[in-house]
C-alpha cells in the first residue's frame, strides 16, 4: 500500500459566504465526513496545514492584489468579483489552503508520504496574480509549483487541470516559463472563456500550455482517451520532479454547472493513468488540490475512489481497460487531432 497523505482542517470551512453560493463549506463537510467512514477511517496520513507566508504568496501574487484580500479579514462580506466572495475568516482561510498544500508539497518531496491530497478551500486556479476570480483567492496549485521548484529546487513541474472550467490563473502564472507544464481539459466555450487550442505559451514557454477545451459530452472513456492520447506521451517526454492535479470534481455526470459525464470509476481511472506515468517520471509523486466540485454526493463518491487508487486499494493491477470500450469517437477524434497538430512542434512523442 502506498503511504498516502491528506491535508483536512476545520478552518478551512471558516470560509463562509452570507447568501447561498455553491462553493460553500458544506462541501468540505461531506468529504471530511467520508474520510470517517469505517472503509476509509486511519488508512491516510494526516498533514498538518500552516499559513503559507507572505513571501510565499507573492511566489505568485502581486503584494497590492495580497493586500486587498488581507484587508478583508474581520470585515463583512464583500465581493472581489461577481462570483467570489470576501468575509470575515477568508483571508486567513485562503492562506491556510496555500499553506496547507505547501506542507502536503514538504511531505511528498521528503520521501515520507508517496502521494498527497489536500482537501482545502477557497479554491485557486482561477486566481491571478492580481485578482481574485471564480470562487479563488490564491492560486493554491500554482503557488505550491513555484514552491516545489524554489524551494525544494527542482527543476520541472507538471500541472494537470481535470477541472470542468479552465484554468486561467495557473496557466497565465507560468505561460512564459518552461519548467512549469500546464495541461487543462475544460468545457468550451465556458467560463472562464481562456484555453484555446493555440493557446500554447509564449517566449521560453512556448509549447509548455496545453489546452484540450471540450462540448460538452465526455465521459471516462472520452477521458481517458485524450489522456492516453495527449498528456501521457507529453507527461513521458517533459519528464517532470512532481506532478500536481487540479482535481476539480464538476466534470461529474450530475453536476450542477457542467455538461461532463465524468463517474467515480472514470475518475479513478484518470488518478491512475496519472499515478502510473508518474511512477515512470518521478516515483509517483503526485499532489492532488482540490478545485471545484458541486455535487455533493458526487464530490463524495469521486474523491473516495481517488484516494483509494492513491493507496493502491483499488485499481492496483493498473488503469481499468474496460473503459476504453465505449469510447465515442464522434466527441473528440477531432479536438485530439487539433490539439496534436498545434502541440506537435513541441513533442516528439505526439
Ligand atoms: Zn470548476
Redesign the pocket.
Known amino acids: 500500500m502506498a503511504h498516502t497523505g491528506i491535508v483536512r482542517d476545520n478552518r478551512y470551512m471558516d470560509h463562509v459566504a452570507n447568501t447561498y453560493h455553491p462553493e460553500s463549506h458544506q462541501r468540505l463537510e461531506v468529504l471530511y465526513g467520508m474520510l470517517q467512514e469505517t472503509e476509509m477511517k486511519g488508512k491516510f496520513i494526516e498533514v498538518q496545514p500552516r499559513m503559507a507566508t507572505r513571501e510565499e504568496l507573492e511566489l505568485i501574487h502581486v503584494p497590492r492584489y495580497i493586500q486587498l484580500v488581507a484587508s478583508t479579514a474581520g470585515q463583512a462580506c464583500t465581493m472581489l468579483d461577481p462570483d467570489t466572495y470576501a468575509c470575515s475568516k477568508s483571508y486567513e482561510t485562503a492562506k491556510l489552503a496555500a499553506g496547507g498544500t505547501l506542507v502536503a508539497v514538504d511531505r511528498v518531496l521528503g520521501g515520507e508520504l508517496d502521494n498527497a491530497f489536500a482537501f482545502v478551500r477557497p479554491p485557486g486556479h482561477h486566481a491571478e496574480s492580481n485578482r481574485a476570480m471564480g470562487f479563488c483567492l490564491f492560486n493554491n496549485v500554482a503557488i505550491a509549483a513555484g514552491y516545489a521548484l524554489k524551494t525544494h529546487k527542482l527543476r520541472k513541474a507538471l500541472i494537470i487541470d481535470w477541472?470542468?472550467?479552465h484554468g486561467n490563473g495557473t496557466q497565465h502564472s507560468f505561460y512564459e516559463r518552461a519548467d512549469v507544464l500546464y495541461f487543462s481539459t475544460h468545457q468550451f466555450p465556458y467560463y472562464p472563456g481562456t484555453g484555446y487550442v493555440n493557446e500554447v505559451g509564449s517566449g521560453t514557454g512556448k509549447g509548455f500550455t496545453v489546452n484540450v477545451p471540450l462540448s460538452p459530452g465526455p465521459g471516462d472513456a472520452e477521458y481517458m482517451q485524450i489522456f492516453e492520447d495527449i498528456l501521457e506521451p507529453i507527461a513521458m517526454e517533459y519528464k517532470p520532479d512532481i506532478v500536481f492535479v487540479s482535481a476539480?470534481f464538476?466534470i461529474y455526470y450530475q453536476d450542477p454547472?457542467g455538461g461532463m459525464q465524468v463517474t467515480p470509476e472514470g475518475f479513478a481511472n484518470l488518478a491512475k493513468i496519472v499515478l502510473e506515468f508518474a511512477k515512470e517520471t518521478c516515483k509517483g509523486k503526485v499532489v492532488f488540490v482540490l478545485?471545484?466540485g458541486y455535487h455533493l454526493d458526487g464530490l463524495r463518491d469521486s474523491v473516495k475512489d481517488v484516494l483509494k487508487t492513491m493507496r493502491g486499494d483499488i485499481l492496483a493491477g493498473g488503469r481499468d481497460e474496460n473503459i476504453r470500450e465505449g469510447v465515442d469517437h464522434r466527441m473528440i477524434d477531432d479536438i485530439i487531432k487539433k490539439v496534436k497538430e498545434a502541440q506537435k512542434p513541441f513533442w516528439k512523442n505526439l
Open positions: 477541472d470542468l472550467h476539480g464538476d454547472l478545485e471545484g
